[in-house]
């Protein structure tokens, strides 16, 4: 085949992006300074001919970029440069997200499965490893700067003791293979996104729903709680930016 027979197609930038970009822009030049406040979501989404839900997109990619905060009620306001975060947010991220909720929901159902079977063939042992993995999920909410990565690392430990007991060693293998997209590919759009997100009781209380199941070797309860958090944490990731507070 003849070299140059195709040309390259590339990529159109979200309007999302592009909006958000032409705000950058006009604060890095000075047409915008620090605590000026945002044109609002309608005159925004009059000025760029767009959907306010794409607006609003935009405005939440700047939040979490640190560049724009935000005051319920007020409005949108250009951040201090000093007060601006150390870590960059980009419409790639947003992107890398969207693949981050394809795998939650690619493990869904497995992982619910894999869940089911362990509360009938789980050893006492892995039950005490499962154990220990919950309480180090736990104690890494409050464990210094580093506690999105290592609520992660907890985290996939004890799913991963979970899929061990159930005693299947496919299951096993396909949890691994997302594991390690996920590590080599989105890891630190998941440290991002978890550093960004409500990780309190609500969401340690699902894994224990899951532990409870276990412990008492229910696997129809086994499965509905594991399911429940992957489908709440995929809803959750979608959900991050706060169109409220925009």
């Given at each position: 085949m003849a070299a140059g027979l195709f040309e390259r197609i590339d990529r159109p930038r979200r309007l999302p992006d592009e909006i958000a970009r032409s705000i950058s822009e006009a604060i890095y030049s000075?047409?915008?300074?620090?605590?000026?406040?945002?044109?609002?979501?309608?005159?925004?989404?009059?000025?760029?001919?767009?959907?306010?839900?794409?607006?609003?997109?935009?405005?939440?990619?700047?939040?979490?970029?640190?560049?724009?905060?935000?005051?319920?009620?007020v409005g949108a306001f250009v951040s201090d440069v000093a007060s601006r975060s150390a870590f960059r947010i980009s419409g790639?991220?947003?992107?890398?997200?969207?693949?981050?909720?394809?795998?939650?929901e690619l493990r869904t159902g497995v992982q619910a499965d894999a869940s089911a079977l362990a509360a009938e063939a789980r050893t006492a042992p892995q039950l005490a490893d499962i154990s220990r993995r919950l309480a180090a999920m736990a104690d890494a909410t409050t464990d210094g700067q580093d506690w999105a990565a290592n609520r992660l690392d907890a985290q996939d430990g004890f799913y991963r003791a979970i899929t061990e007991a159930s005693g299947n060693d496919y299951y096993v293998e396909f949890?691994?293979?997302?594991?390690?997209?996920?590590?080599?590919?989105?890891?630190?759009?998941?440290i991002k996104n978890a550093m960004a997100s409500e990780w309190g009781r609500e969401v340690l209380e699902e894994h224990r729903a899951v532990y409870r199941a276990l412990e008492a070797g229910n696997p129809d309860e086994a499965r509905i709680a594991t399911r429940n958090h992957f489908e709440r944490a995929a809803q959750r990731l979608a959900n991050r930016a706060d169109i409220a507070d925009v």
């Open positions: 000075g047409q915008l300074k620090p605590g000026d406040r945002l044109p609002t979501e309608q005159s925004l989404s009059d000025q760029f001919g767009v959907a306010r839900t794409v607006v609003r997109e935009a405005v939440s990619l700047l939040k979490y970029d640190g560049v724009i905060s935000s005051k319920r009620g790639a991220c947003f992107e890398k997200r969207r693949q981050l909720i394809q795998l939650l949890i691994a293979m997302i594991e390690r997209n996920v590590s080599d590919n989105l890891r630190s759009v998941a």
